[in-house]
């Protein structure tokens, strides 16, 4: 196999990384909103989250991180002049904050699972926009490479978390006043 075959099943797993980054923390948002509701459908709702919760984590989220950080891995083997490079020390940054991410999710669900709700769902719908902040952040990285402008890059990254969280903030107060 070539680089690019590595390059291009990194890109398949990241991707299936993040769907699964992306509709854990929904799946706990509904899961801390089914609370609310009557101890009959509370009961049902949690188990069936419990149940998607579960699936998502073991057959998604785990493979597909692993798999993402093998061939990441297999491609700086390839290419070990990118170790020496400012974006790069930048991207796995950003990478192992990801990771990080990752395991907090998880603490979150065996948390929930244990019937501890620490944050609302709208902390939640805010936690879920992180994986977002860190998507744009790695992917601008690795496309702009050294003609990154570091000072406007981290302005930009801290505008970008403003209007998301901003945004999620809007949609819960339009979604009450309905």
Known sequence: MTYLHFKALHIIFVVSWFA???YMPRLL???TEAQGKA???KEAL????QKMEKLLWNAIMVPAMWLTLITGSIMIY???DWLSQGWMHMKLTFVLGLVGYHFFTR???LEIKKGQFRFSSIQLRLWNEVATIF???IVFLVVLKNSVDWIWGVLGLIAFAVIIMSAVKIVKKLRESK
């Open 78 to 80: 390839i290419t070990p």
């Open 29 to 31: 948002v509904y899961h």
């Open 135 to 137: 998507l744009f952040s």
């Open 20 to 22: 699964g980054l992306f």
């Open 107 to 109: 603490k979150l669900i």
């Open 46 to 49: 949690s188990a069936e989250f």
């Open 39 to 41: 101890d009959a459908i």
